[in-house]
């Protein structure tokens, strides 16, 4: 009963500390981001965003990136007005047949990240949750709104559509900032089961707009 005792002990001890080193070695990994998801829509989910975060500090692409048709430059909106519909056109979109190099990453379940020995042995002990969705494979894009002196965009989505339709909170959260010179941020790349193929493309520039007092 005492060697049992021992052991169940001392392999809880090895599992503390297997886990611990675990966590030391993943604090080398990008952490996701300090600001708050953005709202997801059409087919994108939190996985494939995670993928876009991950890619952010690549140097920047504007080479395929989305042209906004509305909001226009310089557009200013009344507080009065109704959450508008914002649209753009997208050379990813444009491309339906996508290029055969892509083909084999179709094919079974994309190879997973290298994995510490220390990861995978801490994995042993408590496994880590399987996603819960399906890998997204296709167009995204993620559209950020951003004001003067606030890291963290003040409304965001990430969507798989041509368009977005801004939400109530959106559409709040960009009228409590009026008198700003805001602007409007795309982020577009394509994704194979959670893998960016092309991308990410930025916008050479995010496009400006105002939001003034009702008249």
């Not at 991950?54 to 989305?66: E, H, I, K, T």
């Not at 909001?71 to 959450?83: H, R, V």
């Not at 190099?101 to 042993?124: C, D, F, H, I, Y």
């Not at 409590?176 to 916008?203: C, F, K, W």
Request: contains cysteine.
């Amino acid at each position: 009963m005492t060697m049992k005792l021992k052991t169940s002990l001392t392999w809880s001890t090895a599992a503390v500390a297997l886990l611990a080193l675990s966590a030391c070695d993943d604090d080398t990994e990008p952490q996701a981001t300090d600001c708050e998801e953005p709202l997801y829509a059409g087919g994108a989910t939190d996985e494939a965003w995670r993928t876009l975060v991950d890619a952010r500090n690549q140097p920047l692409d504007s080479s395929r990136a989305v042209t906004l048709t509305s909001p226009e430059p310089g557009q200013a909106y009344g507080t009065d007005l109704s959450a508008p519909l914002w649209r753009w056109t997208s050379p990813l979109r444009a491309s339906l047949e996508r290029p055969a190099r892509t083909a084999p990453l179709m094919q079974g379940r994309p190879r997973e990240p290298k994995r510490s020995v220390l990861a995978w042995l801490g994995n042993l002990v408590l496994p880590t949750a399987e996603a819960h969705l399906p890998p997204y494979t296709g167009d995204l894009y993620w559209v950020k709104v951003s004001a003067p002196g606030r890291e963290c965009p003040i409304a965001q989505v990430l969507t798989s559509e041509l368009q977005w339709q801004l939400d109530d909170g959106s559409w709040q959260a960009v009228k409590d900032a009026a008198g700003q010179e805001l602007s409007v941020q795309v982020v577009s790349a394509y994704l194979v089961q959670n893998r960016i193929t092309e991308g990410p493309y930025t916008m050479g520039s995010g496009v400006p707009f105002t939001v003034g007092m009702a008249r």
